[in-house]
């Protein structure tokens, strides 16, 4: 199959279980629920998710034993979206082509809407943790068990990058505490996303490893194109203004590196990241791809 094709297959393999955790209905919450599904469904490329399922299937095909952590990746990655939008701290009105939330629906509806997905990807995972112990520890107990403390402590790392990318807007900072922002702010899931396949896979720990570095690798590639995106991409395809970064005084790999330089850094990393999947031979061919998907995608 070619990439795209599985990558349209992933997505809505996706899709479709995000759609079974919406809040429907009448209830006194309503407006926050139609605030949650807002952003939830409002489209995007589920890379999250996708890595997850297909670190998975490096070693397993009953990719349904991963998908909870799957669907709260998206969750947790959709609520930080959320927040990173508002008016404090990157002030953004449009994503993927539509007013961002508070802009839809309010600010304090956003802030709580957000708040609402974090915890709902918890209760996901914590109700897939408590299914296995009540079946006597024969769903892989363990491995999920596992998977879930890392995704705590990732989220952890992705909250503290954001804290720091918004503290030190405008100042010029060196590149190791650009590097430690962005490997935390975006890295950290992506690494997380890479690990937890891998665990509940129940992989090797070489393997766990092995896939980590790619992952870093594709983390951090994600955010120096995001940077080049914010410099030159199209509004209408990114679905986001160009430019506000430079506009906000953010240190980005762009500033630091030039627009030529952080391409050449790109292709790099990129590399660096492929060669890690040599391994696997035709197996890691989906995420080969993946990583060149990062270094092209235009949005």
């Known amino acids: 199959m070619e990439f795209k094709e599985k ?5 809505n393999i996706v899709n479709e279980e995000l759609e079974k955790y919406i809040r429907k209905g009448k209830c006194p919450e309503e407006v926050l629920n139609n605030s949650m599904e807002y952003s939830l469904m409002a489209g995007g490329k589920r890379l999250r998710p ?5 670190t998975y299937e490096l070693f397993k095909k009953d990719y349904e034993e991963c998908m909870p952590f799957a669907v ?18 990157d002030n953004d009105d449009f994503r993927h082509g539509k007013p961002t939330n508070h802009k839809q629906f309010g600010h304090a509806t956003a802030l709580l809407a ?10 996901v995972i914590s109700d897939e943790i408590l299914y296995s112990i009540e079946n006597q520890y024969k769903e892989n107990f363990h ?19 954001e804290y720091l990318d918004t503290e030190l807007e405008g100042q010029k900072i060196p590149k190791d505490m650009l590097e430690y922002i962005h490997v935390n702010k975006t890295g950290a899931l992506l690494k997380l996303c890479a690990r937890m396949g891998a665990i509940l896979a129940d992989s090797s720990e070489k393997d766990i490893e092995r896939l980590s ?20 991409g199209n509004p209408e395809i990114t679905g986001k203004p160009v430019g ?5 005084g953010k240190c980005t790999y762009v500033s630091y590196y030039g627009l030529d330089g952080a391409k050449k850094e ?12 040599e391994i696997y031979g035709e197996k890691a061919e989906f995420l080969r791809q993946l990583a060149l998907y990062i270094k092209d995608r235009n949005k």
Do not use: C, W
């Open 7 to 11: 990558l349209k297959e992933y997505q």
């Open 50 to 54: 996708i890595l997850v399922l297909a």
């Open 72 to 89: 709260a990746i998206e969750m947790v990655h959709n609520f930080s979206l959320i927040h990173d939008d508002l008016p404090e701290i």
């Open 114 to 123: 957000g708040d609402g997905l974090l915890n709902q990807a918890y209760i």
């Open 143 to 161: 491995n999920k068990a596992r998977a879930f403390n890392e995704f705590t402590k990732a989220v952890d790392r992705m909250i503290a990058g």
């Open 213 to 232: 570095k790619y992952a870093d690798k594709i983390g951090l590639a994600f955010q120096i194109k995001d940077d080049i995106l914010s410099e030159e």
């Open 244 to 248: 506000n970064d430079k506009e906000l």
């Open 266 to 277: 790109l292709e790099k990393i990129i590399k660096e990241a492929i060669d890690e999947l």
